[in-house]
C-alpha cells in the first residue's frame, strides 16, 4: 500500500458477511486502498461473489462497480432479494 492509500468504510448487510472470504465478523469495516480503487476492488477484495450482490452504493447513491472512490467515502453492500 503506497502512502497516499484512500481510506473507505465499508458496510456490508445480511447474509453477505457470511458470504464473504474469509467470513466476516461484524457489519461495518474499514479498507485501504490504492488510489483510484473502484467499488469492484472493493468487492473483490472482501471475497463476495457479485452474483450475490444486489446493489452497491457509494455516499447512499447506488452506484456503479466502475465508480472511483475517494477517501472517506461509505461503501454498502447489499443482496440481491430471491423468492416466491
Do not use: C, F, H, Y
Request: net charge positive; no cysteine; hydrophobic share 45%.
Amino acid at each position: 500500500m503506497t502512502e497516499n492509500a484512500i481510506e473507505v468504510q465499508v458496510k456490508v448487510a445480511g447474509i453477505l458477511r457470511r458470504k464473504a472470504t474469509p467470513p466476516l465478523k461484524g457489519r461495518d469495516l474499514t479498507l485501504s486502498l490504492e488510489p483510484g480503487a473502484t467499488v469492484a476492488d472493493v468487492i473483490e477484495k472482501i471475497g463476495i461473489q457479485r452474483s450475490l450482490i444486489g446493489s452497491v452504493t457509494v455516499n447512499k447513491k447506488r452506484s456503479p462497480d466502475d465508480l472511483a472512490l475517494a477517501d472517506g467515502d461509505i461503501v454498502a453492500i447489499i443482496p440481491a432479494i430471491s423468492g416466491g
